[in-house]
């Protein structure tokens, strides 16, 4: 798709932006790349539209990476999922059905303040990089920011722990630049896929209660059918279930805001790999873990299309 | 060296709490350290049969480690010199090469 672009390694804000805005250049029938707003830092928050402009209203499948700076997995899959779509849309029967049938917005890096502070500073920063007045500490949990039952269990009012829920929800430019996107297209958007890292698990709503969302069956069947998928490429198991149960209680999660926002399938997927190499997990891994991913994100994208 | 070598000779430890009692000790001692915990995403998670990962740097390992000895708690070391794990990951060493 970009060539001598390796997807094979980790790369770098500024590559990974410069990628996207080639793209955007050389595959227009396909992609069209967009910033929803700035970041703290002031940097842009690009996302790239990926699909076939066929007919006037398509829906929409939403596509993050890169909340947590120190999970550079996620990005790197991100961008795998695009170079997987622009080399198969002519050869896959079922990616170009998902291509002219729904288009999909991906944010590779959503935490770019923090990604970029994890390049240059400290490898395992996970939070944004905005500053507080009363503390020396930096940031604010992404994950733990959004208006669903925010700063409740599982998230911190202090400012320098690594949970910390902000002092207000929202409070993060990038969190409101994602919030205010998906709200505007509340209609258009049916699933939400988070990427984390790291603990091989594809987890659902809810997270902030330990209670059963009202379309368990389509959800479950989704997230068994996707990891049975994802298995099957590798022998790689991946738990899967209910955030609240799987991994543990959280609040303020954009898996939770996104489903409470209307979007029916909401998922967040923990990568490789289960704490044997944790966050560093070697560029070497990058190639299986994303290929086995592939297999579960097309799985509940024809899941979707399918109509539960 | 990445990151000016700063994380030489620190420590990725696993512990999985076996009891009420081990997963206070934990939450007193992680608080105290105030360590890097990579799993769960905070102290507060850690409870019975949790999978903890904890990264400690190394002027605090062996504290942390006489400290889990002498209060019986088992451990794993996963990763004994974390700087050696980050270059070998390589991100930042091939990306001075593309550049």
Known sequence: SVPGYNYEVYHSLGEIQSWMYHLNKTHSNLIHMFSIGKSYEGRPLFVLKLGKRSRPYKRAVWIDCGIHAREWIGPAFCQWFVKEALHTYQSDPAMRRMLN?????????????????????????????????????HGVDANRNWKVKWCDEGASLHPCDD???????ESEPEVKAVAHF????QKQIKAYLSFHAYAQMLLYPYSYKYATIP?????????????NALQSAYGIRYRYGPASSTLYVSSGSSMDWAYKN??????????????????????????????????????????????? | YSYNNRYS???????VPESEREAQALNAIFH????????????????????????????????????????????????????????????????RHRR
């Open chain 1, 101 to 137: 049938q729904l288009y999909f917005y991906i944010m590779p890096v959503f935490n770019v303040d923090g990604y970029n502070f994890s390049w240059t500073n400290d490898r395992f920063w996970r939070k944004t990089r905005s500053k507080n007045s009363q503390f020396r500490c």
């Open chain 1, 163 to 169: 949970t910390y829920c902000g002092p207000f929800p």
């Open chain 1, 182 to 185: 998906l709200r505007k297209r």
């Open chain 1, 215 to 227: 379309n368990f069956s389509c959800v479950e069947s989704a997230a068994y059918n996707a990891v």
């Open chain 1, 262 to 308: 209307g979007i029916p399938y909401a998922f967040a997927f923990e990568l490789r790999d289960t704490g044997h190499f944790g966050f560093l997990l070697p560029e070497t891994l990058i190639k299986p873990t994303c290929t086995e991913t592939m297999l579960a994100v097309k799985n509940i994208t024809m899941h979707l299309l399918k109509k539960c």
């Open chain 2, 9 to 15: 000779g620190d420590k990725v430890i696993r512990l």
């Open chain 2, 32 to 95: 105290q350290l105030k360590v890097d915990l990579w799993q769960p995403s905070s102290i507060f998670h850690i409870s019975v049969d949790t999978v903890t990962d904890v990264h400690v740097p190394r002027n605090r390992s062996q504290i942390l480690l006489s400290y889990l000895q002498q209060a019986n708690i088992k451990y794993k070391i996963i990763i004994s010199d974390l700087q050696k794990a980050v270059e070998k990951q390589s991100g930042l060493r091939s990306y």
